[in-house]
């Protein structure tokens, strides 16, 4: 699939099964994430991936989470099983750093930009994936289970695998109208 195509038919894949990117697929998609933008060359990402086990240990913690926030039983049963919904999931955290030149927006935009450039490295490789967030991503009781620190911030949660369903291609919007000149 040529850059083009890629990047005007990019949709989010939510069923996915197994098989879950090999190694060689992994290494692709990861590379890819350290191509973006990276103001003073700080790499403020960390890429920590799920599968088997792991995928087991991101759901109690999410389970963890959901009983600290009050959540009611049929939440705290659904957060358990999140992860679940694909064979492999890699949580995108910006690690952020204070510096003179690089403010920690921009820091977080790059973490955004390798979640971004991993799904389309996952895509190119004819593998599905959906970027999710929610309240998860935003919970310090998570982000400690990660052994994150305070000024770490999670982007995002790739969910990868092959896609279980054909998505139906969402029809192409045009961009001018989003766009205005100065």
């Known amino acids: 699939m040529d850059a083009l195509t890629l990047l005007l038919t990019r949709q989010s894949c939510p069923r996915l099964v197994d098989p879950a990117p090999n190694d060689a697929e992994l290494k692709t998609i990861l590379d890819a994430a350290l191509r973006v ?4 060359a700080l790499s403020p990402f960390e890429f920590i991936i799920a599968t088997g086990d792991g995928l087991e240990r991101l759901g109690g913690i999410f389970e963890s989470a959901a009983k600290s926030q009050g959540a ?12 679940k919904r694909a064979p492999m999931v890699i949580t995108i955290v910006a690690k952020c750093q204070a510096h003179p030149k690089v403010p920690v927006l921009e820091q977080q935009i790059a973490a955004g930009c390798a979640a971004m450039a991993m799904q389309q490295a996952a895509f190119a ?5 959906i970027w999710r967030t929610g309240d998860f991503a935003f919970d310090r009781a998570v982000h400690q289970a990660l052994g994150l620190t305070e000024m ?5 949660f790739l969910y990868l695998g092959t896609p279980a369903v054909d998505a139906p291609v969402k029809p192409g919007r045009d961009g001018m109208q989003y766009a205005r000149y100065l």
């Open 37 to 40: 933008p990276d103001h003073g």
């Open 72 to 83: 009611d039983e049929a939440f705290i049963a659904k957060a358990a099983s999140m992860p």
């Open 125 to 129: 490789l004819g593998l599905g994936g």
């Open 152 to 156: 770490d911030q999670i982007v995002g």
